[in-house]
Nanobody
Framework: QVQLVESGGGLVQAGGSLRLSCAASGRTSSTYAMGWFRQAPGKEREFVAGSIWSGGSTNYADSVKGRFTISRDNANNTWYLEMNSLKPEDTAIYYC?????????????WGQGTQVTVSS
């Protein structure tokens, strides 16, 4: 099992920045990819950014390209989402998730989420 705990959310003005963290514990060696998702009120959960450890490939939703950056601190098993030039439409609960080599190829583990609110 892998446990994920997000932090770093909060209230920020449009144009501002936040850095979300995702602390992983448990069998983190079984994970090979991670992602960030978000869900705004009344909307479906959507993919924001993802990374595969091997090869270091990353991808981003078009809506956040050039503004958000995903990174990883291997030593501390912590993943980050750096968010710059925030817009009111970025307001959502943000979740981190991980894929396991023992899983189905989908995201097997999820955090509890952290609220990000961007005021105009």
């Amino acid at each position: 099992q892998v446990q994920l705990v997000e932090s770093g959310g909060g209230l920020v003005q449009a144009g501002g920045s936040l850095r979300l963290s995702c602390a992983a514990s448990g069998r983190t060696s079984s994970t090979y990819a991670m992602g960030w998702f978000r869900q705004a009120p009344g909307k479906e959960r959507e993919f924001v950014a993802g990374s595969i450890w091997s090869g270091g490939s990353t991808n981003y939703a078009d809506s956040v390209k050039g503004r958000f950056t995903i990174s990883r601190d291997n030593a501390n098993n912590t993943w980050y989402l750096e968010m710059n030039s925030l817009k009111p439409e970025d307001t959502a609960i943000y979740y981190c998730a991980a894929k396991s080599i023992y899983g189905t190829g989908r995201y097997d583990y999820w955090g509890q989420g952290t609220q990000v609110t961007v005021s105009s």
